[in-house]
């Protein structure tokens, strides 16, 4: 029986305002560069797999500034090569930097709180897990969720980054159940799927851009609308 369901944050219950895609756009353009939207999806998955390989082993909090725009120059890159488009490593540094100069705001998505009020109503304990540097009841109070999460685990409390077990021990110890009493679910499947996996945690993945369509080794899902019916069909 299930009893906790732990979510990711970015790319899970949260998004950028302007669209990802709105602002690689803006940056783009004054260099000359046109994106399509479906590519820079698919890019920004190719990227936000990089950045999960790389907290694996180096993680950015512990990277100076230099270091740190070294790695998002190759991040970067990766992005823009999802609409077919290569740069030089230096070009796609100064654009991250264009990136960085647009105002923009994480926001909570459309279908998530709904559908975490009808997980509430469920008696179950929902946590979240993030590899954001920062405080777990910081995010939960930026967001509006203390309402709606009971607690918040972050790789800057633990001091391991999402896939190591014990960011994910962390949620479990805090939500008082057992690994194959929780799911997981997040829009990774390094971070997210490995972790969870890992740890013997059912994972689901939130595939929200469809960049992993071919998935079958859990269960995969493209709103949080489809949520209920994962967790009906694994009770």
């Not at 805090?174 to 945690?201: N, T």
């Amino acid at each position: 029986m299930i009893k906790a369901v732990f979510f990711d944050l970015y790319g899970t219950l949260a998004g950028f305002s302007p669209s990802r895609y709105e602002i690689q756009s803006a940056a783009c353009a004054q260099f000359g560069i046109v994106l399509t939207e479906h590519g820079t999806l698919r890019g920004y998955g190719k990227a936000d797999a990089l950045m999960t390989r790389q907290n694996a082993t180096f993680p950015l909090r512990d990277m100076n500034e230099e270091e740190i725009y070294d790695f998002f120059k190759q991040y970067e890159r990766k992005v823009i090569l999802g609409s077919g488009v290569d740069v030089d490593l230096e070009t796609a540094g100064e654009i991250w930097r264009a990136v960085r100069a647009i105002p923009y705001d994480m926001v909570i998505l459309d279908d998530v709180v709904p559908n975490l009020i009808t997980l509430k109503n469920r008696g179950l304990v929902l946590g979240l897990i993030s590899n954001m540097n920062s405080f777990g009841r910081d995010l939960l109070e930026k967001f509006e969720l203390q309402k709606h999460i009971d607690f918040a685990v972050t790789s800057r409390e633990v001091g391991m980054e999402k896939p190591h077990p014990k960011i994910f021990e962390r949620a479990l110890d805090l939500s008082r159940v057992l690994p194959i009493e929780s799911i997981h679910v997040g829009d990774q499947i390094g971070s997210d799927v490995d972790g969870a996996e890992r740890s013997g945690i059912t994972p689901v993945l939130l595939d929200r851009d469809r960049n992993h369509t071919t998935f079958d080794r859990y269960s995969r899902i493209e709103s949080m609308d489809e949520l209920v019916s994962v967790l009906d069909s694994l009770e």
